[in-house]
T-cell receptor, first 115, second 107 residues
């Protein structure tokens, strides 16, 4: 089976712009979670989607949003980018309805740089 | 939300057993204890998960005492390729990762 894929792998934006990142989960996986990883804050949970519904949400401002499509593919959007949004954004999928209680299969991440 | 605390770094030599201990004092009843491994420029990879007592798979063992306030990941006979960051987390509705332990395995 193909693993979790994320596009694009690298992205450079300027402050104030918005960005959309895409994640394709492993075939058959219905739960998709997003994480932000920075050297200072480490790995932080953003949100989890299951069957097109957001089930869990971390402590991020409303500028961070996401959605999931009927084929389980997911996108996350960050509006009004700030320098501090520069990070590696990771997507993970898991099978079944257990979502974040189950083993997470991570993608390679999207490296976002905000200038 | 459960916060995990683990050593920032550890050093070991090839062939040794490595034990990394993690504390999670306010772990929730429904949370599982899970360990992930991460190499540079890659996403984390699942190693092992448990609820209590001992769990063993082909790569590691996980020891969890009855009070579940700590856990120990045991890596038998490490090799150079085990050099990575290891994350302990209380896995529930939200995944809360700690800062991780940077394990360095030397020849």
């Amino acid at each position: 089976k193909a693993g979790v894929t994320q596009t694009p792998r690298y992205l450079i934006k300027t402050r104030g712009q918005q960005v959309t990142l895409s994640c394709s989960p492993i075939s058959g996986h219905r739960s998709v979670s997003w994480y932000q990883q920075t050297p200072g804050q480490g790995l932080q949970f953003l949100f989890e989607y299951f069957s097109e519904t957001q089930r869990n949400k971390g402590n991020f401002p409303g500028r961070f949003s996401g959605r999931q499509f009927s084929n389980s593919r997911s996108e996350m959007n960050v509006s009004t980018l700030e320098l501090g949004d520069s990070a590696l954004y990771l997507c993970a999928s898991s099978p079944g309805g257990g979502g974040t209680y189950n083993e997470q299969f991570f993608g390679p991440g999207t490296r976002l740089t905000v200038l | 939300l459960a916060k995990t605390t683990q050593p920032i770094s550890m050093d070991s030599y090839e062939g040794q057993e490595v034990n990394i201990t993690c504390s999670h004092n306010n772990i929730a009843t429904n949370d599982y204890i899970t360990w992930y491994q991460q190499f540079p420029s890659q996403g984390p990879r699942f190693i092992i998960q448990g609820y209590k007592t001992k769990v063993t798979n082909e790569v590691a063992s996980l020891f969890i005492p009855a009070d579940r306030k700590s856990s120990t990941l045991s890596l038998p006979r490490v090799s150079l390729s085990d050099t990575a960051v290891y994350y302990c987390l209380a896995q529930g509705g939200k995944l809360i990762f700690g800062q991780g332990t940077e394990l360095s395995v030397k020849p």
